[in-house]
């Protein structure tokens, strides 16, 4: 199960309370105040894992919950301080916070729902990078400290404050270093599964991929890089129609996009229309995305009409680079690599 978005709770811990209470020993039947103060309670911090490529372990418990603070004691003994709660998030994980007049209606509440305001608060993107999520209460004060030469016996203590609290929304944005873009049918799932060890269902009709499915391709040298394996796009996608948004988020933080182009237009499409629909799309979502690098993956060469349509396509997009592939028979896969090691290849 691939989680890409999730609403969670989270609760830092209250401080304890401050404690009143007076030596009373033997030979010491007056001594003056040893109220000890009270532990702070635990954060709610959440932590970058690049061991993590999804929100999957927030799925069947969504909430984040920090221990309390221990109330102080007798002998001017402290409380012991709560324990913190850390949780962990993939790279590239906004945070958001759901304001609401109160935590009750904000539990309601879903994310598509009118009338719920989202405020981004972190944006995790670098390993081991932690966010305060909820910080802990402060303990409160024994009668220790209010002794005075005036006041000798002091009954007074502060209690602890509330640890924070809140319902947040977390959205995982990068999940691979290159993203497959194209419409369904287009051979994504095929190229990926010839690519990598990632093994998606392929099938013959449209939506075969419901969730982002990442690939790891090893170059050799311990080199690899991830590639995505992203729902397929229609037409009017920015404005959210079939998986829209839900696929688009995920492209805002590739590194590069892989445009899969059916050139053969097996599907009664045509692939010169094909690319400038997926690039309007992508540019109607954010302008940023324009502006990413992006090359072509001309796919399905092995069926009849691919070669006289690339000539046509080559010709209308002569500055773009396209590399000719079969995902099916694996031809022109060589290439491929040879070009994601360059521009994306790292050390394991």
Request: proline fraction near 5%; aromatic fraction near 8%.
């Amino acid at each position: 199960m691939f989680i890409d978005h999730i609403r969670i709770y989270a609760k830092a811990g209250d401080g304890g309370n401050g404690h009143v209470s007076f030596r009373r020993e033997k030979f010491v039947p007056r001594g003056g105040p040893d109220g000890g103060d009270g532990g702070c309670g635990g954060h709610v911090i959440l932590k970058v894992d690049p061991s993590t490529d999804n929100l999957r372990q927030y799925h069947f418990d969504p909430k984040l919950i920090a221990e309390n603070g221990q109330h102080g004691s007798k002998y001017k003994r402290s409380g012991r301080g709560g324990k913190t709660v850390v949780g962990k998030v993939p790279p590239g994980t906004v945070v958001y916070r759901a304001n609401a007049d109160n935590v009750q209606d904000a539990v309601k509440l879903e994310r598509s729902e009118e009338g719920i305001d989202l405020e981004p608060v972190a944006d995790l993107t670098e390993e081991g990078q932690e966010f305060v999520l909820c910080s802990g209460g402060v303990g409160g004060k024994g009668n220790t400290h209010f002794k005075t030469s005036t006041h000798q016996t002091p009954t007074e203590s502060t209690p602890g404050t509330e640890g924070d609290r809140g319902v947040y929304y977390l959205e995982l944005r990068r999940i691979a270093d290159a993203g497959l873009v194209g419409f369904p049918n287009a051979g994504k799932s095929t190229l990926i599964s010839k690519l990598s060890h990632a093994h998606p269902k392929v099938a013959s009709y449209p939506f075969t991929t419901l969730q982002p499915v990442v690939g790891v391709v090893e170059f050799g040298d311990f080199r690899r890089c991830t590639v995505a394996d992203i729902p397929g796009l229609i037409e009017g996608a920015h404005e959210n129609r079939g998986l829209g948004h839900e696929f688009l988020r995920h492209i805002t933080r590739c590194r590069t996009l892989l445009f899969v182009i059916d050139m053969a237009g097996s599907e009664g499409r045509d692939p010169i229309s094909d690319l400038e629909i997926l690039r309007k799309e992508i540019r109607e979502y954010d302008e940023e995305l324009g502006d990413f690098p992006w090359i072509v993956l001309a796919n399905k060469m092995d069926l009849e009409g691919a070669d006289e349509k690339l000539k046509i396509f080559q010709a209308r997009f002569p500055k773009v680079k396209i590399i000719p592939i079969s995902a099916e028979l694996e031809e022109g896969l060589e290439p491929l690599k040879e070009y994601l090691n360059e521009e994306l290849g790292y050390r394991a």
